[in-house]
């Protein structure tokens, strides 16, 4: 029996029962950018940059079943346009300061938005206060470039069985919350080789002594665009 | 005197509530919402001992608790007041009473005063719009009809520290004012009555009833409540469970109020015969924190059902029927509305809605096929039951039989509750509640439609103009603008903050506002407005969002010199002015002399730091 195939701007991608719109499609080889989705985990749907239209309606693929004959559609000029607003509303809710970013290079949000077009914030920026978290001896928390994705929190609880984050507060003022007495992450059980501790797309989780340990220039992103780029290697 | 009674200390109250709620971890929502009527407020050590208790993580406690606007992780003042922060109250001059009453009490908004006695602050409507300004006090009592006598009077209570069950009960007086009943609203059926029609009939028969009935949901999507029922039934599962959705939340509704005090039997009823249908033995009333202070009323109908035998054990005498239900209260979160959020929240977690499909019939609370109906709707099944589909598909239209409530309120002589049948002209309703001059409609809610003179012609009906129920009356006096704007607030206010759209989209569109509001806009802002609007509507995770713009773009499009006059271009301006950012520099230098300004007028001089 031939396997089911759905359609992803016209090609034929095969996929199977189960499977969402972005799982086969990156199965396939193609690349729908995303944020807050990771190979293994459940779909969050939270980032929305995965949106697509999938016949007339406007739909996350992430959260969108496969099933045969689906007619998909990535780019178009109202998509992407879409998809540039939803990275700048990320950009304009934190602080993202790419110059100075030690992730610069291989953060999903810079990489996503290059490959977007993207040449300014658009919105006006919100420069929220958010004080970092330095308690630990070997991670640091930049809480200023949280884009809320959740990657942490759900390493953490279903890969390494340890809860160390979760998601708090609502509305503008979300944010990560560290699981432990006083709040801070030196009190949690994070270990720096924990998945939670390397699964973030953009520069909150940082190991400490290793500032610009690759230099600019030679990392991930700047080698390749996203869109080429291997998942596995990617944050 | 407090205004709660020494309270106990933590231990003792999460003695308490572990004690009434056994170490559930899915009672998570309720033993917080109690612990903080125990203690005011809800400090990090008590929720790392709950945690343990119930064998969740104390950052996973922490992240639901700061998810509810109704739970503080802060403490609070020892009396809490919140306005209710709906336009039409603000209309009514809510505004200036809460700066009235800040001034007399010598605190600042949103900080609890030096002391700790007061704090006070808004909320999202809490459902009194025919009889506002109004207030809630700890989370369990309103204060309706405030005026500048009342606050002055409420001011004296607080600072002399007089108990809550001192304050003057008519402050505390809730009208149901029924202008026109119909079918729902009029009604005097004795209670089980619908319920032992829908025995008679059978389940089978009763679900083809519904059919006929063509009944739509009322809570404002309008799905066909026998789909929902059917689909949920052929659903395999352990167990079924029926909700009934009482957190009315939309802005300027209150018809749930009334049903909740006036035909609970009715509703109770409902709930039964979906629980006879389905094979349910578990159901929840899910009732918004708002109208705590409906709770007690609404536990002691239901223990007198259980002693008729309308609950619990052998409903109706009948073996194997066995259906109880359970309150749930909300702590002030809009978007549990939304029935997965419902059920999340039912859970005892983040009112987050989840990804559908699977859709609750399906795979509701804790997994099991769950039917969530609105409090409108369970009563409208237990009339169905008794009268039969075929009557109540003869009320209405072709597409929304039966009638429908509206909650009245704004510029009209006699704001209250209206039943009508679907198909029902909005210039009729105008008539009836005495609105003259009217301008504008807001028919829905915020995540409604504004309807202007023009449109007074259509149609209450899922064909024409759908509805939750709110139908709120603006006359030529008002500022549409200033309408629109405080909706812009309130989906602000009351975004979830999951996705990204509706959390910085919602930001987005309160900022522009306020920037328009400040006369520094220009043609742009309009622009950028109709592009979120767009936006909003197709990328959100839920309806929340995508509902978000709806008043907006109305307002926009009907009444656009509201929105031009505070235009200061109709080009661009910038949305920043040079000067004033300045003025931190000024600060941290002391200078405020010509040469440190890049306008003309120097501001007030300000003492050096």
């Not at chain 2, 223990?303 to 109880?324: H, K, S, T």
Request: with cysteine; glycine share 10%.
């Amino acid at each position: 029996m031939n396997r089911p195939h759905f359609l992803l701007g016209g090609d034929e991608l095969p996929f199977t029962p189960g499977e969402t719109v972005l799982e086969a499609a990156t199965r396939a080889g193609r690349y729908i950018p995303h944020l807050c989705w990771h190979e293994g985990f459940a779909p969050h749907g939270s980032c929305r940059v995965c949106t697509v239209k999938v016949g007339t309606r406007t739909m996350a693929a992430c959260t969108t079943a496969a099933s045969e004959g689906l007619e998909v559609t990535l780019h178009d000029e109202a998509l992407d346009a879409q998809r540039r607003s939803l990275l700048q509303m990320l950009f304009v809710e934190g602080n993202h300061f790419c110059p100075s970013c030690e992730q610069s290079g291989r953060c999903k949000l810079q990489a996503t938005a290059y490959a977007a077009g993207i040449e300014g914030p658009h919105f006006e920026e919100f420069y929220p206060d958010r004080p970092i978290d330095a308690s630990h001896a070997d991670l640091l928390l930049e809480f200023n470039r949280c884009i809320l994705c959740g990657l942490c929190a759900r390493a953490s609880e279903q890969y390494d069985g340890k809860a160390v984050f979760a998601l708090g507060g609502h509305g503008i003022a979300s944010h990560l919350v560290v699981n432990s007495a006083s709040g801070r992450l030196v009190d949690s059980d994070i270990h720096p080789d924990d998945l939670a501790a390397n699964i973030c797309p953009v520069g909150v989780i940082l190991k400490k002594r290793r500032g610009f340990d690759v230099p600019i220039g030679q990392r991930l992103y700047d080698r390749l665009p996203i869109s080429s780029a291997p998942e596995d290697e990617a944050p | 005197m407090n205004a709660r009674p020494a309270g106990p200390d933590i231990d003792t109250a999460l003695h308490t509530v572990l004690a009434r709620h056994g170490p559930d971890r899915h009672a998570l929502v309720q033993m917080l919402v109690d612990l903080q009527a125990m203690l005011g407020w809800l400090p990090r050590r008590l929720l790392a001992d709950l945690a343990a208790a119930i064998g969740r993580t104390p950052g996973d406690v922490e992240g639901v608790a700061g998810f509810y606007r109704f739970l503080h992780l802060q403490p609070v003042g020892r009396y809490r007041l919140l306005f209710s922060d709906n336009v039409i109250e603000r209309q009514q001059g809510s505004h200036e009473l809460m700066a009235r009453l800040c001034r007399q009490l010598g605190v600042a908004p949103g900080e609890p005063r030096g002391d700790g006695a007061v704090s006070v602050a808004t909320c999202s409507c809490i459902g009194l719009s025919d009889q506002g300004p109004s207030l809630l006090v700890n989370h369990r009592l309103v204060v309706t009809h405030l005026d500048e006598q009342r606050i002055d009077q409420l001011a004296s209570l607080v600072d002399h520290e007089v108990p809550l069950h001192d304050w003057p009960a008519d402050w505390s007086h809730v009208q149901d004012t029924v202008h026109r009943a119909d079918v729902l609203l009029g009604s005097t059926n004795a209670p089980g009555q619908a319920l032992q029609a829908a025995l008679t009939r059978g389940a089978d028969a009763m679900l083809a009833e519904l059919q006929t009935s063509r009944l739509r949901g009322r809570g404002g999507a309008g799905y066909p409540t026998a789909s929902k029922w059917q689909a949920c039934r052929q659903a395999p599962g352990p167990e079924h469970v029926v909700v009934c959705n009482a957190d009315e939340g939309e802005p300027g509704t209150f018809k749930d109020r009334a049903l909740l005090r006036r035909q609970a039997d009715a509703l109770v009823d409902g709930m039964a015969i979906a629980a006879f249908v389905l094979g349910a033995r578990r159901g929840f009333i899910y009732l918004r924190g708002e109208y705590r202070w409906l709770l007690d009323e609404l536990l002691a109908l239901l223990q007198q059902r259980r002693a008729a035998g309308l609950l619990g054990a052998r409903i109706l005498g009948r073996a194997g029927f066995d259906f109880d239900i359970a309150v749930h209260l909300g702590a002030g979160a809009y978007v549990c509305g939304e029935e997965s959020a419902l059920i999340e929240s039912l859970q005892g977690e983040r009112g987050t809605p989840r990804i559908r499909p699977p859709f609750p019939a399906e795979k509701g609370y804790l997994g099991l096929p769950t039917v969530v109906n609105n409090v409108e709707t369970f009563c409208a099944v237990s009339h169905i039951a008794l009268h039969g589909g075929d009557w109540w598909a003869g009320i209405g239209t072709p597409q929304s039989t039966g009638t429908k409530i509206h909650s009245v309120s704004g510029d009209c002589e006699r704001p209250g509750l209206y039943e009508y049948p679907f198909g029902t002209r909005i210039a009729r309703i105008l008539e009836d509640c005495g609105a003259r001059h009217t301008q504008a409609v807001q028919v829905g809610g915020p995540s409604g439609q504004c309807l202007s003179e023009f449109e007074f012609n259509r149609r209450i009906a899922f064909e024409d103009v759908p509805t939750a129920g709110a139908f709120m009356v603006f006359d030529r006096r008002r500022d549409l603008f200033e309408v629109a704007r405080g909706f812009a607030q309130f989906f602000a206010h009351e975004s979830c903050g999951f996705c990204t759209p509706c959390r910085v989209g919602t930001e987005l569109l309160r900022r522009r506002m306020d920037k328009l509001a400040a006369g520094a806009g220009s043609r742009h802002d309009l622009d950028v407005l109709f592009e979120l609007d767009h936006l909003l509507h197709a990328t959100t995770h839920c309806g929340l969002g995508a509902t978000a713009c709806n008043a907006l773009r109305d307002t926009m499009q009907k009444f656009r010199p509201a929105f031009e006059r505070r235009l200061q271009s109709l080009h661009f301006a910038p949305g920043f002015d040079l000067d004033a950012e300045l003025s931190v520099a000024r600060r941290l230098t002391g200078r405020n002399d010509e040469a440190a300004h890049f306008a003309q007028p120097v501001e007030a001089s300000r003492p050096p730091p």
